[in-house]
């Protein structure tokens, strides 16, 4: 599109332009997490000391603030803890909407938020307990994992 400002305005008015999606980025503490992502596993830290698996990625435990903590991998199983049907989606996800943005609960113990997908999002679709896998969507240049029900293809 070419010409003055005025007449780029002019001819813009009105045209919602999709905005990019926005997309996590890594941090030193994050890293791991991210590449095992990017390998297609979904991974979490565990406590040496105490043995409780924990998510979001920290360098300490926040049970016993041990800091002789280990990445694992989980079994990409989960049960569906909470969630809302977001009607009003945010920057980037314009086209997307309704989805649904929810808390699962890992077979490893932590509680994660995410997205459920591979479901029409309705509440008569989404009974809380229900059993999801992990799934993994491209976001930028990051994995981003997400979870559908159990059985369902990606």
């Known amino acids: 599109m070419t010409g003055t400002i005025e007449e780029i305005r002019g001819k813009t008015a009105g045209v919602k332009r999709p905005r990019a999606k926005m997309a996590p980025s890594a941090t030193p503490e994050t890293r791991p997490y991210w590449d095992a992502a990017a390998d ?7 406590c040496q000391a105490c043995s409780h698996v924990y998510f979001y990625p920290r360098d ?5 603030s ?6 694992i991998d989980c079994s990409g199983r989960a049960t569906l803890h909470s969630y809302v049907i977001e009607h009003r989606p945010g920057p980037g996800f314009e086209n997307d909407g309704p989805y649904v943005v929810a808390v699962v609960q890992l077979e490893e ?3 994660m938020m ?5 479901v029409e999002p309705l509440p008569e679709n989404l009974p809380l307990d229900m059993e999801l896998t992990v799934q993994f969507e491209p976001r930028g240049d990051m994995w981003v994992p997400v979870f559908a029900p159990a059985g ?3």
């Open 40 to 46: 297609g596993r979904l991974s979490v830290q565990r």
């Open 60 to 64: 300490f435990c926040p049970v016993c």
């Open 66 to 71: 041990s800091d002789l903590v280990e990445w």
């Open 109 to 111: 113990g932590p509680r």
């Open 114 to 118: 995410t997205n459920v997908v591979g």
């Open 152 to 154: 369902a293809s990606a």
